[in-house]
């Protein structure tokens, strides 16, 4: 039986079934931990249907430290890449609104403390940076995509926006870098159904951004952090 076929096939139950449990359990064990578990075997289970595979390098991170995660954005399943590649810290992501108006999917989303943000207004969008620096306080990594939404040049990254920024400074936590590659071809444009891929995340130096910016200092932190992980996408994607 193909596998997309299968994925077809399970995906939506196996998502719907997940969320629901990890609405339940919102709230058992530290920070949600519990709920984040079942998250990360969620993901590991649809991208095995999807046929991706995830080859990760987090060797740069220290496994018992906290950090704001900064990843490059390709596909609708770099949440579920990500997930996996940065299993061991209990993290949250900073997503477009949208996400949380699937029905089950972003109930389970809010409830277990993942961070809507709306793009086109500035207030609100504000207003979810500071949600996302809460929960850094509490010992929870953040997760967000500085590019904003989807490249859809597989050539290079986007141009970062500076919310991300703003959000890393504000934490007060270390950066980590992230290098997401080969994600785009797991979902191309225009394509419905995943295809195989072996996806690589690899985690660069992570850096105290209090160290060298504040934040008045926003767009050089933006145009450092862009120059750095661009030359390191682009000889990872060689």
Partial sequence: MPRRFLFGLFFIPWTVLASSICWLLAGVG??????????????????????????????????????????????????LILFVAL??????????RELFRIPVFGAALRRVGHISINRENRRAAM?????????????????????????LDPSSL???????MIMALKSGLPVAPIIVSGSYAVLPKGSLTPHKA???????????PLARYTLKDRDAFRRDL?????????????
């Fill in 30 to 79: 530290e920070n949600s931990i519990v709920s984040h578990r079942l998250e990360v075997f969620w993901a590991r289970a649809a991208l095995w249907l999807a046929g991706v595979k995830v080859k990760a390098d987090i060797s740069a991170l220290d496994p018992d430290a906290n950090y704001a995660f900064l990843a490059n954005h390709q596909s609708h399943f770099d949440i």
């Fill in 87 to 96: 299993a061991r810290y209990n993290i949250r992501f900073v997503a477009k």
């Fill in 127 to 151: 207003q979810s940076i500071d949600d996302a620096v809460a929960a850094a306080r509490r010992g929870i990594g953040v997760l967000i995509f500085p590019e904003g939404t989807r490249s």
């Fill in 158 to 164: 986007a141009e970062f926006k500076s919310g991300g």
């Fill in 198 to 208: 072996q996806v690589t995340v690899t985690a660069l130096q992570p850096f105290d």
């Fill in 226 to 238: 862009f120059e750095t992980m661009q030359r390191a996408y682009l000889e990872h994607t060689v």
